[in-house]
């Protein structure tokens, strides 16, 4: 992944969370020389939100800001404890800082989960649902429906650097399919495996925007799903 920005304006952008969501990001580094790492992110609905940030190789601390930079909450764990929080949000805009409270460079792993009520992802491309950005060691999951009543769920992400990335539904409760669109919306790949067996594309991406597409078989079948992106 890019480096995550050192302020509001220049901060990673994770997307638009809603339902039940999950993300989280590897191996990243503040020091010295790269003082503050900020992520945004959406939400469309109030939420049970926590961030865990985790894997120190020295004491870095963790806050969560509102759509204006003013502290919600922080964590300041001495050492390598995992920093921690946890609270409910309604809809809006916030920001995460991760910053260094020693004098190194420190590694850390940073993942962000919620649980609320969800959005529907539009069902064309101008509505998609956005799910960020995404580099090496990024990955996202979200839950959702589609059936009878909601055919298609679309959802959009950039990608920062280019590499494979491989976008899957699974967690089926009956057969739906996945299809894969360019940012000009022409078709990259699709899966259309049976009944519930999860459908996985992998492909090399270049830097830009991407469509994922998942279709109810038939536009009958009613099933649950898990949509993923992440590197690989």
Do not use: C, H
Not at 115 to 134: K, N, R, W, Y
Not at 202 to 209: C, E, K
Not at 213 to 223: A, I, M, P, Q
Request: hydrophobic fraction near 30%; avoid cysteine; charge should be negative.
């Amino acid at each position: 992944m890019r480096d995550p920005g050192n302020d509001l304006q220049t901060a990673y952008n994770l997307g638009n969370a809603s339902g039940s969501y999950d993300y989280g990001f590897t191996n990243q580094v503040v020091g010295p020389s790269d003082t503050n790492d900020y992520y945004s992110f959406t939400l469309s609905n109030s939420s049970n939100f926590s961030i865990n940030l985790s894997g120190l190789g020295a004491d870095a601390d963790l806050q969560l800001l509102d759509a204006f930079g003013t502290v919600i909450q922080s964590s300041s764990r001495a050492g390598t404890a995992t920093d921690s929080i946890s609270t409910n949000l309604s809809a809006g805009t916030y920001y995460a800082r991760v910053y260094p409270y020693s004098s190194t460079d420190i590694s850390y792993n940073i993942n962000f989960a919620g649980s609320g009520v969800g959005i529907d992802p539009g069902d064309t491309f101008g509505t998609a649902l956005d799910l960020g950005e995404f580099g090496s060691n990024d990955s996202r999951y979200q839950n959702d429906f589609v059936g009878s009543s909601d055919q298609y769920d679309y959802y959009k992400f950039s990608v920062s650097e280019g590499g494979n990335y491989k976008v899957q539904i699974d967690n089926l409760t009956a057969d739906a399919d996945l299809t894969l669109y360019s940012s000009n919306q022409v078709f990259l790949g699709s899966s259309v495996n049976s009944g519930t067996t999860p459908d996985a594309i992998t492909s090399n991406l270049a830097p830009d925007t991407y469509y994922a597409r998942v279709s109810s078989f038939l536009g009958t079948n009613n099933t649950n799903y898990t949509v993923s992106v992440a590197a690989v």
